[in-house]
């Protein structure tokens, strides 16, 4: 007889509630040591994490940076740290925040410092104006996979304090080849992976979730708020919902930032609805259309459009072969983990810019590895060879 137990137990455990929000506590609060007292009682806190010494010696650094290398510098920060740990209540200093999803309790600097320390080696890269701009700007992002990257490398450069993710899609181990997550995260909402790992970058973040998508009737509130959005970042396959982004952007004069792999390269492109919210939407690459029209589009259908959009001609050769094999010998068109981390970079880069009124490209880059790295990509055999493919492409798939 097979082990009910252990079915049950099995079961169960697919059940449980989803955490997706870390808690911050405040120990020289009464109702916060209790609150951390009871989770201790409930074994919910499983794991300690204080590297809290390491925290403040690198927030000692950053504030007395000409110090660092003077000889004096280590006996300095042993006093300071001598004197603070010597206060009574030491372990109540700053905070400490719980993730439940990990049963993890880590000890970190107050808000303030932390950013401080966090955001140091921007310096001077990004300037404390750029990097304050940077922060505390609302950020919009909806579509999860190549947007998981973008989330990634605006969280990563002290970016998107406020951030707002919208996805109706679960993790699956398709994703794993371009999805910075882990077999523990299969069947979870894109919204709640990406939010987790946002967290556990700053535990300070203000993440709204949208995890039913963006539809006709959630789309108003998702650029409205509160707060409203500063900027929209689309990086969604849904066309129909890319049409209503644009309908959003352009009532809201917000410029939209979005970002496609190809192969192993991307194309970015730019839509500065901020700047003239009568740019025709797309750049007007998929001709006169509508949310109707879009929304009938099947799995083909997109692909094809999707592919009028990016243009024929930057299609790399191997991507417009599998174009030709969906539903033939694969399933969807095919995309890679190293292209979304550079759609990710670039789209970060657009939007810190955007952010700070710094001039960017205001229609389309193309960001070419194939270009860059292949030896004669730009030789006239190489360009000719892609001309005649490209061509050949266009009549095959109707465009």
Same mark, same amino acid.
């Given at each position: 007889?097979?082990?009910?137990?252990?079915?049950?137990?099995?079961?169960?455990?697919?059940?449980?509630?989803?955490?997706? @929000?870390?808690?911050?506590? +405040?120990?020289?609060?009464?109702?916060?040591?209790?609150? *951390?007292?009871?989770?201790?009682?409930?074994?919910?806190?499983?794991?300690?994490?204080?590297?809290?010494?390491?925290? @403040?010696?690198?927030?000692?650094?950053?504030?007395?940076?000409?110090?660092?290398?003077?000889?004096?510098? @280590?006996?300095?920060?042993?006093?300071?740290?001598?004197?603070?740990?010597?206060?009574?209540?030491?372990?109540?200093?700053?905070?400490?925040?719980?993730?439940?999803?990990?049963?993890?309790?880590?000890?970190?600097?107050?808000?303030?410092?932390?950013?401080? *320390? $966090?955001?140091?080696?921007?310096? +001077?890269?990004?300037?404390?104006?750029?990097?304050?701009?940077?922060?505390?700007?609302? *950020?919009?992002?909806?579509?999860?996979?190549?947007?998981?990257?973008?989330?990634?490398?605006?969280?990563?450069?002290?970016?998107?304090?406020?951030?707002?993710?919208?996805? +109706?899609?679960?993790?699956?181990?398709? +994703?794993?080849?371009?999805?910075?997550?882990?077999?523990?995260?299969?069947?979870?909402?894109?919204?709640?992976?990406?939010? $987790?790992?946002?967290?556990?970058?700053?535990?300070?973040?203000?993440?709204?979730?949208?995890?039913?998508?963006?539809?006709?009737?959630?789309?108003?509130?998702?650029?409205?708020?509160?707060?409203?959005?500063?900027?929209?970042?689309?990086?969604?396959?849904?066309?129909?919902?890319?049409?209503?982004?644009?309908?959003?952007?352009?009532?809201?004069?917000?410029?939209?930032?979005?970002?496609?792999?190809?192969?192993?390269?991307?194309? *970015?492109?730019?839509?500065?609805?901020?700047?003239?919210?009568?740019?025709?939407?797309?750049?007007?690459?998929?001709?006169?259309?509508?949310?109707?029209?879009?929304?009938?589009?099947?799995?083909?259908?997109?692909?094809?459009?999707?592919? @009028?959009?990016?243009?024929?001609?930057?299609?790399?050769? $191997?991507?417009?072969?599998?174009?030709?094999?969906?539903?033939?010998?694969?399933?969807?068109?095919?995309?890679?983990?190293?292209?979304?981390?550079?759609?990710?970079?670039?789209?970060?880069?657009?939007?810190?810019?955007?952010?700070?009124?710094?001039?960017?490209?205001?229609?389309?880059?193309?960001?070419?590895?194939?270009?860059?790295?292949?030896?004669?990509?730009?030789?006239?055999?190489?360009?000719?060879?892609?001309?005649?493919?490209?061509?050949?492409?266009?009549?095959?798939?109707?465009?």
């Amino acid at each position: 007889m097979k082990d009910q137990s252990l079915k049950n137990h099995l079961v169960h455990s697919s059940d449980q509630k989803l955490e997706w @929000q870390p808690r911050i506590f +405040n120990l020289s609060k009464a109702g916060d040591r209790a609150a *951390v007292k009871k989770l201790f009682e409930k074994k919910d806190i499983k794991h300690i994490i204080d590297d809290y010494r390491e925290q @403040q010696l690198e927030l000692f650094q950053v504030k007395n940076p000409a110090k660092v290398y003077s000889p004096e510098f @280590q006996g300095e920060f042993a006093a300071y740290w001598k004197s603070l740990s010597k206060e009574e209540n030491f372990y109540e200093l700053d905070h400490w925040v719980y993730f439940p999803w990990s049963s993890t309790l880590v000890h970190i600097l107050k808000d303030e410092d932390f950013q401080l *320390v $966090r955001m140091a080696r921007n310096r +001077n890269l990004i300037t404390k104006e750029e990097q304050d701009k940077f922060y505390n700007a609302v *950020v919009g992002l909806a579509g999860l996979s190549v947007g998981n990257s973008v989330a990634l490398a605006l969280v990563l450069q002290g970016g998107a304090r406020y951030i707002r993710l919208a996805d +109706n899609d679960q993790l699956a181990l398709s +994703n794993l080849n371009r999805i910075r997550a882990s077999v523990q995260d299969l069947g979870l909402k894109k919204v709640y992976v990406t939010a $987790r790992q946002i967290y556990t970058l700053n535990p300070y973040a203000k993440v709204d979730i949208f995890p039913d998508g963006l539809t006709q009737k959630s789309i108003s509130k998702f650029f409205a708020g509160p707060p409203k959005l500063d900027i929209m970042i689309d990086e969604i396959d849904n066309l129909a919902v890319k049409y209503l982004i644009r309908e959003q952007a352009k009532k809201h004069k917000l410029a939209v930032v979005m970002a496609a792999d190809n192969g192993d390269n991307a194309v *970015v492109d730019v839509e500065r609805y901020d700047l003239n919210p009568k740019l025709p939407f797309f750049h007007g690459r998929i001709g006169k259309t509508s949310y109707e029209k879009l929304s009938t589009l099947n799995k083909f259908g997109i692909g094809k459009t999707i592919t @009028q959009h990016i243009g024929p001609e930057n299609v790399t050769e $191997r991507m417009q072969q599998s174009l030709l094999q969906m539903g033939k010998t694969i399933v969807s068109w095919p995309q890679l983990g190293g292209a979304a981390l550079i759609n990710g970079s670039a789209v970060a880069y657009c939007v810190r810019r955007i952010l700070n009124g710094q001039s960017v490209e205001s229609n389309r880059a193309l960001i070419s590895l194939d270009e860059k790295l292949l030896p004669g990509y730009n030789s006239s055999a190489q360009i000719r060879h892609r001309t005649k493919v490209s061509n050949n492409f266009k009549k095959i798939f109707g465009l």
